[in-house]
């Protein structure tokens, strides 16, 4: 039986941060903010195939989950959690303890993952206070946390 090829991580290069803003305003997903300091993104690959993205911030011991996106010809196969598991490990491994993210319709699916709701005013200032949680997301979103 064959092994199910392995999903890479790579760092995002500045040159295709473009493909990153398309997929996410493709989903749907705010992309205003990806060119500023602060969040620092991965390309996930399986087969040599682009197949997501997705992000991290790292407020001292603190995270914000953030443009987590599979493209659509690979949705539904497991890769978002793969994803998501990859991003927790590279928070921790930047010194964070918790990671925070917001979602509008996602909260199932982090759900199944670890995350639990979380009113927006427990969240640290300094997350509280990123562009994406500050002005990219609307209050209807939802706030989920999960500590490691």
Known sequence: MAQP???FALPLA???RDGLKAALTGAG???????????????FE??????????IEVH?????????????????RGLGAAMVA????EARARGADAIYLLTEDGAPF??????????????????AA?????????ASASVMLKRM
């Open 46 to 55: 399986r087969d040599d195939v682009p197949v997501g993205f997705a992000g």
């Open 14 to 16: 500045a040159w295709e």
């Open 130 to 138: 990123t562009a994406l949680f500050a002005r990219h997301c609307p």
């Open 110 to 127: 982090f759900a199944k993952l670890g995350y639990a709701p979380c009113a927006r005013d427990h969240v640290p200032a300094a997350i």
């Open 60 to 76: 001292g011991r603190d995270a914000l989950l953030r443009s987590l996106v599979t493209l659509p010809p690979v949705r539904l």
């Open 5 to 7: 090829a392995q999903l």
């Open 29 to 43: 997903l705010p992309a205003d903010d990806i060119e500023q300091d602060g969040p620092v993104f991965w390309r």
């Open 86 to 89: 990859r991003m927790e490990v």
